[in-house]
């Protein structure tokens, strides 16, 4: 499955931004999905995940409240919007596809990935 993220940009601490995901090339609803960020100079971190069938959800602690994970699998697409923005949720966004149906929030469960979408939240 192709990933394609989109909806990054810059925004000020406590504003909200949507981030969108477009899958192609298998069946979507087939496969759990996450979401990643890579700030610089630290790993890769989960932030997100929801099951295939959009049933049940996981989050980071650091961002439990703040952020929806959802998708729409008429539309082949995966969200994540973020509100109440943070100086340190600065980072790379990455969306993820596990070929699972339970949301998972392991890394190497993962075998695709877009190639991430960068949000700069400003002090």
């Known amino acids: 499955v192709q990933l394609q993220a989109s909806g990054g940009g810059l925004v000020q601490a406590g504003g909200s931004l949507r981030l969108s995901c477009a899958a192609s090339?298998?069946?979507?609803?087939?496969?759990?999905m996450g979401w990643f960020r890579q700030a610089p100079g630290k790993e890769r971190a989960f932030v997100a995940a929801i099951s295939w069938s959009g049933g049940s959800t996981y989050y980071a602690d650091s961002v439990k409240g703040r952020f929806t994970i959802s998708r729409d699998n008429a539309k082949n697409t995966l969200y994540l919007q973020m509100n109440s923005l943070k100086p340190e949720d600065t980072a790379v966004y990455y969306c993820?596809?596990?070929?699972?149906?339970?949301?998972?929030?392991?890394?190497?469960?993962?075998?695709?990935w877009g190639q991430g979408t960068q949000v700069t939240v400003s002090s």
């Open positions: 090339g298998r069946t979507f609803s087939r496969y759990a």
């Open positions: 993820a596809a596990a070929p699972t149906a339970v949301a998972t929030t392991e890394t190497k469960r993962y075998d695709y």
